[in-house]
């Protein structure tokens, strides 16, 4: 969500409290991704998948606000996976859930795993309105990860543009980042870790503990799991936002 600045001390605490409800409110499709992308394709993988947020903050402004996806994927070749979000649902602070949009997403690995010093991928993702006054988005960029040992890294850096009518020029930008140390317990994988969130367009930065891992339930089968929550790292960001993410992949 893009928000709106103020540098002067004396501006009133009202007026900047209303603003700040005006921007979360006139953005509602912006930027809510809090999952890091892995750039693997596994051909011939289906996936469902739901993640949810849900912020907590003593400013009214962003107490509540929450946002939760739901997608279903499939890998068609080893370098190409496309995934649609078949319901994106949003709620601001004070206000009903609704249906933000859908998602087109498409995840292309461009390395094979362990091929160069980190495995890349490229993510390219439509995103379509339903709210009025609020454009379409086309997101692109690229992926990384890194493994070593048990320690496994992502970095994902995305450029966003609005598309239709109402759409501002230039682009905007975010990096999420994630950090796991991976614990074998027999068909558990426990992966303790953080991850991060940055936002300059909204001026918004978090970081926090995670706990993520997957269940082996059969050949081919498995179900990722991840909760956590992160801290904001200035005023412009929920004190914290608690994540939870839900994942069935079979071959």
């Known amino acids: 969500m893009t928000m709106i600045r103020t540098t002067s001390a004396r501006f009133p605490r009202k007026l900047t409290g209303l603003l700040m409800l005006c921007a ?15 750039p693997d394709v ?9 993640y949810a947020f849900l912020s907590q903050d003593n400013r009214a402004v962003f107490n509540g606000a929450s ?16 995934e649609i ?15 933000a949009g859908y998602e087109f997403e498409n995840t292309f690995q461009l390395t094979e795993r362990g091929e160069y010093w980190a495995d890349l991928g490229w993510l390219a993702s439509y995103g379509y309105s339903k709210l009025a006054g609020i454009p379409d988005t086309f997101e692109f960029g690229p992926l990384l990860e890194k493994r070593n040992g048990h320690i496994d890294q992502r970095l994902n850096l995305i450029w966003n543009r ?3 009518v109402g759409a501002g020029p230039g682009y905007d930008f975010r990096a999420s980042y994630s950090l796991g140390y991976a614990i074998e317990q027999g068909r558990v994988t426990w992966i ?60």
């Open 24 to 38: 979360i409110a006139g953005h509602a499709r912006a930027d809510n991704d809090f999952i890091v992308y892995s």
């Open 42 to 50: 596994v051909k011939g993988q289906s996936e469902v998948e739901t």
């Open 67 to 82: 946002g939760l996806n739901i997608s279903v994927a499939h890998a068609f070749t080893s370098w190409w996976k496309p």
């Open 85 to 99: 979000y078949i319901g994106e649902f949003n709620t601001n602070p004070g206000g009903p859930n609704y249906l």
């Open 162 to 164: 609005a598309i239709g």
């Open 192 to 251: 303790p870790g953080l991850e991060a969130y940055y936002r300059p367009a909204d001026d918004a930065h978090q970081i926090g503990p995670v706990l993520s891992g997957e269940i082996r339930t059969g050949p081919g089968r498995e179900i990722e799991f991840g909760f956590g929550m992160v801290y904001g790292m200035n005023p412009w960001a929920p004190q914290k936002t608690w994540l939870a993410r839900l994942e069935y992949e079979f071959l």
